[in-house]
């Protein structure tokens, strides 16, 4: 039965937003307090209509919450949600909407490229870009959350996760994670959670919930840096991991949690755990039952109850016998009521009613997927066969990406993404060929695509990973192509005639064997919807790859993914010839291709690097202009991502041997040149130190400027 409206004066809009909060809360009962802090896994009208009605559900998950390759409610997500709402104001006591999320990665009906691949635009401007364009669509469903940017640093390759973060160097993940924030909440009611506080990403391969034996130093100076600019950017919802740091996990951890992310920075938003985090701590061994669990996890500062049913289960009782303060749960529902009066959920008409019809993928979004897929391709090596001509003849594609969309989508792709999946590479291919100089085949029968190849002028061969082997518990023992890709890329390369090699993926694999027989090779982080076209016009020149490495593509195995922050040690270890330590007796420990690089289809030249003085001043704000000359020397127009690195040559804690402190985009025409200037002050070699106090050193230090971390001109200066 419809309940009336007597008591729910807290709807009235002439009350100021913080009041209407304030009487609302002081409206609830214990047990309707701890259901807002609820958050059902799944949820849905019919199986949770009771538990909705009674007060016991503030939030919901509208996706399995389990599967990456796959997530959601496919054409019904806005009608569940709309069901779900109705329930919530017509049949609860006091009216008061759900609040709904869902793992927005990268796209709902639009598919843009996995946060990898984002990050290889290095565009912040293009991420943001592809964040509002997905909250657009998911806000249409009736969404008002979603469980992203995942901003962990991810410490190797093999890890499942790698993909959906945006690489392992902190001022990269910084920038993207602050534009894809920027980006989601663009529009003011749709909210992101910067994603798993802290240090997730050092779990090893197999062991996504890890623990990590790392120290305040390193969470500090690294790992906290990401969620840091996350917050600055006005971040309205942080999650935390299912690790524990140091054997205290992070659903219990007060002293990081409550500590220092909300007493010590101020963030006034929403804590949530991840799925069932609250009740993990009884398996990790912390907790005796579900009410100790419930207990440690409201006074570490965790707000919101993801799936795990701890807080309405017990907090009642818990705030009744004093075991849990009273102030503690106000403040946690207090957050929750917040990001809903955000959402315009605490409207009369209980926020704008889901409109998929207005969710659904326009031309613009389509078009902005094109160009980011294209923009995030590196191109690895380039004999000169690419980009492909009108006049290059027949051309043979294939493998097993050649005509199956979907599985360029990339993991966490919610129904309608998959339904929205693009042309395929070979139809693409085949506008601009036309069906009589193409020939394609899967891969499948090794002799057949080696039989088209020979008849064929060229082989654009398409290999790598597919989705299922990447997300969250999708670790790889190696980092190696499937079994039977380079074998087929072998024998495709023994016929003779040209082969341009491009490889898909959610994770750095070891390409060396690749780069070695390929005479053009193309790294495509999981491009999304717009896979086939955007990856054709890249290789008939249509649009040139503009992409730079997010991370370090390895060597060997198992090698991290860090090389920016590799650390010096006592000994003269190293990668030149004088270094007498470190080293593998039989192999080269340095990565095969190293974080900011990339080709494309011109030539760029730095030279003359120039430092406007040689001692910075700790104080006054006074700075360093380090200005370098950037010359196309190639017959096309080009985009150069100049960078540059620092290094701290003697500091009170052991420092990186280099270390990402900016970059620039340059657009050059042919034969043309620019001056990029980079300002640093001092604060760009500021560091914790071993009392976890921030400071910078006076002392000489290295400004590195150049096209990747490998290569560039150096200066030092004193800081003074």
């Known amino acids: 039965m419809t309940t009336t409206l007597a008591g729910r004066d807290w709807l009235e809009l002439t009350r100021p937003a913080a009041e209407r909060v304030e009487r609302l809360l002081a409206a609830l009962t214990l047990e309707e307090k701890a259901g807002q802090l609820h958050l059902a896994g799944d949820l849905d009208a019919d199986t949770s209509r009771a538990e909705i009605a009674a007060g016991r559900v503030g939030a919901g998950i509208l996706s399995d919450g389990a599967h990456p390759d796959g997530t959601g409610r496919g054409s019904s997500l806005a009608r569940t949600a709309a069901a779900c709402q109705q329930v919530a104001r017509e049949e609860s006591r006091l009216g008061v909407p759900l609040l ?57 390759h093999r890890w499942g996760r790698i993909g959906e973060t945006a690489g392992d160097e902190p001022l990269l993940a910084s920038r993207m994670g602050a534009a894809a924030v920027a980006g989601f909440q663009r529009g003011g009611r749709f909210a992101a959670a910067a994603k798993h506080f802290c240090g997730y990403g050092l779990v090893q391969a197999e062991r996504d919930h890890e623990t990590l034996p790392v120290g305040p130093g390193a969470l500090h100076n690294l790992h906290l840096r990401p969620f840091r600019a996350a917050h600055e950017a006005g971040v309205t919802a942080v999650m935390v991991g299912f690790h524990d740091v140091d054997g205290v996990p992070m659903h219990a951890h007060r002293s990081l949690v409550r500590d220092l992310l909300k007493d010590g920075w101020g963030f006034a938003g929403v804590v949530v755990s991840d799925w069932d985090g609250i009740g993990q701590l009884v398996h990790q061994g912390v907790a005796v039952d579900l009410r100790d669990a419930a207990r440690q996890a409201i006074l570490a500062g965790i707000d919101l109850d993801m799936a795990s049913g701890a807080y309405r289960a017990h907090l009642p009782e818990l705030v009744s016998s004093g075991a849990v303060d009273l102030a503690l749960l106000d403040d946690a529902v207090r957050r929750v009521l917040r990001l809903k009066l955000r959402a315009g959920l605490l409207d009369p008409q209980g926020g704008s009613p889901p409109d998929p019809a207005a969710g659904a993928a326009t031309p613009e979004a389509t078009a902005l997927a094109r160009r980011v897929a294209a923009s995030s391709t590196v191109l690895l090596k380039n004999s000169g066969v690419l980009p492909l001509h009108g006049n290059v003849g027949s051309v043979h594609l294939c493998g097993p990406f050649v005509e199956d969309a979907q599985a360029l989508l990339g993991a966490w792709v919610p129904q309608p993404g998959q339904a929205g999946a693009g042309p395929t590479l070979a139809d693409a291919a085949a506008e601009r060929l036309g069906t009589g100089t193409l020939v394609v085949s899967d891969g499948r029968f090794s002799d057949l695509a080696v039989r088209r190849a020979e008849t064929a002028d060229l082989t654009v061969a398409v290999v790598g990973e597919h989705p299922s082997r ?40 070891d390409l060396r064997p690749v780069l070695r027989l390929a005479d053009a090779v193309l790294l495509a982080w999981h491009p999304g919807g717009q896979a086939g076209p955007a990856l054709a016009d890249v290789l008939f020149g249509a649009s040139a790859p503009t992409g730079r490495l997010p991370v370090n593509l390895p060597r060997m195995e198992p090698q991290g993914a860090s090389g920016t922050f590799e650390r010096t040690t006592g000994r003269r270890m190293g990668r030149s010839r004088d270094a007498k330590f470190g080293h593998y007796l039989n192999a080269l420990g340095s990565p095969e291709l190293s974080l900011g690089f990339g080709l494309t289809y011109t030539t760029f030249v730095h030279s003359g690097l120039e430092l406007s003085r040689d001692v910075l001043p700790i104080r006054g704000g006074g700075a360093v202009r380090a200005t370098v000359e950037v010359a196309n020397t190639g017959a096309r127009a080009g985009r150069e991502v100049v960078q540059l690195y620092l290094r701290d040559l003697v500091a009170d804690v052991v420092r990186p041997l280099l270390e990402l402190c900016d970059w620039q985009a340059v657009e050059l025409g042919p034969g043309e040149s620019t001056k990029v200037t980079f300002r640093v002050t001092a604060d760009a070699f500021a560091y914790w130190d071993r009392d976890l106090r921030r400071r910078v050193d006076p002392g000489e230090v290295e400004l590195v400027v150049g096209p990747n971390a490998a290569r560039g001109s150096s200066a030092r200066l004193v800081i003074a």
């Open 100 to 156: 709904l999320g869902s793992d927005v990665v990268h796209g709902l009906r639009t598919t843009f490229p996995i946060p990898l691949g984002l990050a290889s635009t290095w565009d912040p401007e293009l991420v943001a870009a592809c964040a509002a364009s997905a909250a657009a669509e998911a806000g249409a469903e009736g969404l008002h959350l979603t469980f992203a940017p995942m901003v962990d640093l991810a410490s190797e």
């Open 470 to 509: 990447s997300g969250e518990d999708r670790c790889l023992p190696t980092a190696d192509l499937p079994v039977g890709q380079l074998e087929l890329l072998q024998a495709l390369a023994a016929v003779g005639k040209p082969v341009v090699v491009v490889v898909v993926t959610a994770r750095p694999l």
